[in-house]
């Protein structure tokens, strides 16, 4: 049922019920008063019944007017009653109404994006999140001059830059590989996980397709560094060469998503070749698949020199063979090294082929997570060096839960990281 409010003569419709909503609510007005309470406001309002009137918000002309309980119909040509003797500038029922939050982002698969905005999907826990949605509104509403050219260099099986995500011209920057053609990162059809890893970081915001990457500012570099398509190709001299080639050509952070089964002296001095020119490495913790699987943290994200990722749930904890589904069974490797967690569990991206995958998981999901909300640092202080950027990370954690049979700092390092804090914290 439609009715009329008046507000600086022109007329809006309202939609409600033929009542108060609460019975036990007084029939209330809200009055613009013409010059206040003058003394033929004071007649009117007699004459119209009221019993109680209250100026509100320290407003001189705005009044509460209550009058006896009545249907909202009668109500609203009261208000109209009010507007049309020229003793009130606007009057309207005072009721109680709905909000519709709107979503930033138009990407179709946000809503399964809990990582980004937890309000319980999925059977998670509402603010279980990284707090991405606030830092971007932060940067916004703060007006913070961002530096769109911090350089993320993803080592992997390659990206699909084909894909409709990643149409953005300036998303990329000195791609390479070290199999084939040095200049095509492009992955063969079957090795998905460096176009998942990249989707994570950077698919585009709000281009009504797919998801949302997490950080809309940051260049990417692609490294084709292994494949597995047809079998392993993972030549230990190819990769650390890889890292070398990313840190040469001006790579700020370095996302490692995979572990390898041994120690590497190779990949290891390649990794400190890039930690003493001031590069942040986020590594992978590793998962383990089963009760007898490997649970220590593995190589590289063993080393000093990274940032050691594992992985948390949409329930706030970290995650492991009890907690986690039966289409994503798997625990975060854990021990000492671990550095902080981040989510790796549903997290939907892009796949080969313009596809999407809804249940990218694990650590290798986590740590690109934490390798863009690192470059998302930089990008609102390019100033900090990498060990500052470590610090605001690790230092700006929420606190996660799970096995306490394990130490705290063992499984879960710092905490889960809070992108929002660290933003914050980095520009203080």
Known sequence: MSYQIYIQGQKYSIHGKSKPVRNDMPSTLIVKFRGGLSDSVKAFNLINGISKIRRIWGNDLIYLC?????????????AKAYHDSGVASFAEPHMMTTIRRESPFND???AKQWYFENNGQ??????V???????????????????????????DEGVDIKHPEF???????????????????????????????????????????????????????????????GGPHVDPLRIADGIRIAVDRGAQVINLSWRLKNFSPVVADAIRYGYDKGILFCAAAGNYMSRNGLKEVAFPGMMDEVITV?????????????????????????GREMDILAPGL????????????????????????VSAVAALVLAVRPSLTAIQVREILLSTCDEVYGDSTIPYFHRAGYGRINAFKAVKKALS
């Open 167 to 229: 149409s953005d011209k300036g998303m990329f920057y000195g791609n390479f590989s070290m199999y084939g053609d040095r200049k095509n990162p492009l992955p063969l059809l079957e090795d998905h996980h460096g176009t998942n890893v990249a989707g994570v970081i950077a698919a585009v915001q709000k281009n009504q397709r797919g998801i949302a990457g997490i950080n809309p500012f940051v260049q990417i570099m692609i490294g084709r560094i292994y494949y597995t398509e």
């Open 66 to 78: 209550t009058f006896k309980q009545m249907p909202l119909r009668q109500l609203s040509d009261l």
């Open 129 to 155: 999140d990284i707090g991405i949605v606030k830092a971007l509104q932060f940067i916004k509403e703060q007006n913070i001059d961002v530096n769109y050219s911090i350089k993320l260099a993803v080592l």
């Open 346 to 369: 549903y997290i939907p991206t892009t796949m080969n082929d313009g596809g999407y995958t809804y249940n990218f998981f694990g650590t290798s999901a986590a740590t690109a997570i």
């Open 108 to 110: 179709p698969l946000y």
């Open 122 to 127: 999925m059977g998670g826990v509402p603010g």
């Open 310 to 334: 594992g992985a948390c749930n949409h329930r706030g904890e970290w995650t492991n063979l009890s907690n986690t589904p039966a289409d994503a069974r798997f625990g975060s490797c854990y």
